[in-house]
């Protein structure tokens, strides 16, 4: 198993890497316009021919300058900072697979930057057999002033779409790994297969670190922690507004049960929390995440199941997925609403303590709901 020891020093900023692969995650660290491209990330390694190579070997000085002094801060940057290249000894899986013979041709007639469809469309005779409507790309060369192809576990069977930009050959494990963002001391099983299907699994190293300071600045920017006091009188305002019992609640939920969608907008704080407690009151078994995805089936609660006599025409009915009352869905949707745009606090909108004060033992609810129905009469 490769194991990837920590870095020294603190880690580098997450800059883009060198890949076409659709993130949800900055595209570079902002503030800096460094944005390397696949010859950035590679073009420092030792030429090789198809099947070349050794596992180990020493790097290459000088190319490695020109390289640097030709490419400019981009590939500095990603060298020097992302794949840290100073920390590595050697120059570890730089080795290139082997082609047959028709592969090697078929190579030489794609142009940078081109697949094997775009060379035929251009007159170039393919000698590949693959059906060329669902294999139209199967040969691809890399372009040094793009992003590469994204990295795939695929490689491991074959590098005919990861062709090199300038050799006629395949990318080797070490120059894919650079792509993925691996440091160049990582070092991998020896295996060449193995290289590939590790390298193109793996979540990049970059993408990786770029989650974990995300959730580093989400949790320092925690809210200020609030005092006793105001905690207190919080939870106090809370316990006012949660039901003491089933008449309680159904008197609190038939104030806003039948508000069509403005009113419900419109509709104060106070009252509306009222209202949302004592849903949860009645129904512990629902949950506000459920409130927006109820499925189209609907069924029926039987008379042994409402725990609304009275008030039937806002329980008879349910979502079977959620169990979700049919008539309280704009209720539920407007509270995701509040919650989203934190006019809602987190226990707020999930009412935990509601819930509790509402599964009390049997001889207290029945209590309840013999009152409940009494006043509903």
């Not at 190319?63 to 060298?79: D, N, V």
Request: hydrophobic content about 35%; aromatic content about 8%; proline content about 7%.
């Amino acid at each position: 198993m490769a194991a990837r020891r920590p870095p020294k020093a603190p880690p580098p900023a997450h800059h883009r890497h060198p890949q076409r692969r659709a993130r949800l995650l900055p595209r570079r660290t902002p503030g800096t316009h460094l944005e390397p491209k696949l010859w950035d990330a590679i073009g420092d390694l030792p030429p090789l021919a198809a099947g070349s190579g050794d596992e180990e070997r020493d790097y290459d000085p000088t190319r490695r300058a020109a390289h640097l002094a030709q490419r400019g801060a981009a590939a500095r940057h990603y060298l020097e900072s992302v794949l840290e290249i100073s920390r590595a000894a050697k120059l570890t899986a730089h080795r290139a697979r082997p082609h047959n013979e028709q592969d090697l041709r078929d190579f030489a007639r794609v142009r940078e930057g081109e697949h094997s469809g775009e060379a035929e469309k251009r007159g170039e005779k393919m000698e590949f057999t693959y059906k060329r409507t669902c294999f139209e790309d199967r040969y691809k060369r890399q372009h040094r002033e793009r992003l590469c192809s994204t990295i795939v576990a695929h490689l491991s069977k074959d590098g005919l779409g990861f062709v090199h930009p300038t050799q006629n050959r395949s990318l080797t494990p070490r120059e894919a790994a650079r792509v993925q963002s691996f440091p160049d001391w990582f070092t991998f099983p020896v295996t060449r297969t193995h290289q590939f299907r590790i390298i193109g699994n793996a979540v990049p190293p970059l993408v990786a670190e770029a989650v974990g300071l995300e959730i580093r600045a989400f949790l320092d920017a925690k809210p200020a922690h609030k005092s006793r006091t105001q905690k207190t009188t919080a939870a106090q305002a809370h316990d006012d507004l949660i039901p003491q019992s089933q008449a309680n609640a159904a008197a609190y939920l038939q104030q806003i049960a039948g508000l069509d969608r403005r009113q419900l907008r419109t509709c104060e704080k106070p009252v509306f929390l009222r209202g949302w407690f004592a849903l949860f009151y009645l129904f512990p078994g629902l949950h506000p995440d459920n409130a927006l995805d109820h499925g189209d089936s609907i069924e029926l609660w039987s008379p042994e199941q409402l725990a609304l006599p009275g008030l039937e025409d806002f329980a008879v009915r349910r979502f079977a997925r959620s169990g979700w009352p049919v008539a309280l869905e704009l209720l539920g949707r407007e509270a995701w609403r509040r919650y989203e745009l934190q006019e809602l606090a987190d226990d707020e909108f999930y009412c935990a303590e509601a819930q509790r004060a509402g599964m009390r033992p049997a001889s207290v609810r029945h209590t309840g709901r013999t009152h409940l129905a009494t006043t509903a009469r």
